[in-house]
């Protein structure tokens, strides 16, 4: 089986914009999850979805929003950038939230 | 705040010897997982461990759980440099779906 795809792998945007991130879950993995990872606040949970709603919310602003489709591919969209959303963006699919999750390998995103 | 902490925060050892790291978290839970990274890239899935389980093998790794210390270990034995990565563990908190990781232990093994 194909594993978890993102895309893209690295992005840099400049404060203000706003930007979307996609993930592709192993198939049969109706379960996405969304992590956001920097140095200072180590991996932090953003949301989850199943079957295209949003079941579980981490704590962030409401400029981090996402979406699933039909087919369980996710996008994750951040409006209004900041200097402070510069991490790596990890997009997670399981059979199960929140037991194994296959991580995607991140993209990673500059905000300058 | 984070549910988990680990320690020690980084480790190195010589190829061949165990590395132990152990993780401590603040609440109730259901199961407790722990993941492996390698240089910033996705985590890998090691193991599962229940709150009704105390310990659990899978190939050169051993997982222990006490939930009246509420605190998990994570032994590598006969590590290799390929082990070389970054160690989470997270936790299922027992009254919200939510997946909680710590801060992570960097394992540096030394060939």
């Known amino acids: 089986k194909a594993g978890v795809t993102q895309t893209p792998r690295y992005l840099i945007k400049t404060r203000g914009q706003q930007v979307t991130l996609s993930c592709s879950p192993i198939?049969?993995?109706?379960?996405v999850s969304w992590y956001q990872q920097t140095p200072g606040q180590g991996l932090q949970f953003l949301f989850e979805?199943?079957?295209?709603?949003?079941?579980n919310k981490g704590n962030f602003p409401g400029r981090f929003s996402g979406r699933q489709f039909s087919n369980s591919r996710s996008e994750m969209n951040v409006s209004t950038l900041e200097l402070g959303d510069s991490a790596l963006y990890l997009c997670?699919?399981?059979?199960?939230?929140?037991?194994?999750?296959?991580f995607g390998p991140g993209t990673r995103l500059l905000v300058l | 705040s984070q549910q988990g902490e680990e320690d020690p925060q980084a480790l190195s050892i010589q190829e061949g010897e165990n590395a132990t790291m152990n993780c401590s978290y603040k609440t109730s839970i259901n199961n407790l997982q722990w993941y492996r990274q390698n240089s910033g890239r996705g985590l890998v899935h090691l193991i599962l461990?229940?709150?009704?389980?105390r310990e659990k093998h899978s190939g050169r790794l051993r997982v222990t759980l006490d939930t009246s210390k509420k605190s998990s270990s994570l032994l590598i034995t006969a590590s290799r440099a390929a082990d070389t990565a970054s160690y989470f563990c997270?936790?299922?908190?027992?009254?919200?779906?939510?997946?909680?990781f710590g801060a992570g232990t960097i394992l540096r093994v030394k060939s």
């Open positions: 198939s049969g993995h109706r379960s």
């Open positions: 997270a936790t299922e908190w027992e009254y919200g779906n939510k997946l909680v």
């Open positions: 461990i229940r709150s009704n389980e």
């Open positions: 979805y199943f079957s295209e709603t949003q079941r």
């Open positions: 997670a699919s399981s059979l199960s939230f929140p037991e194994t999750q296959y």
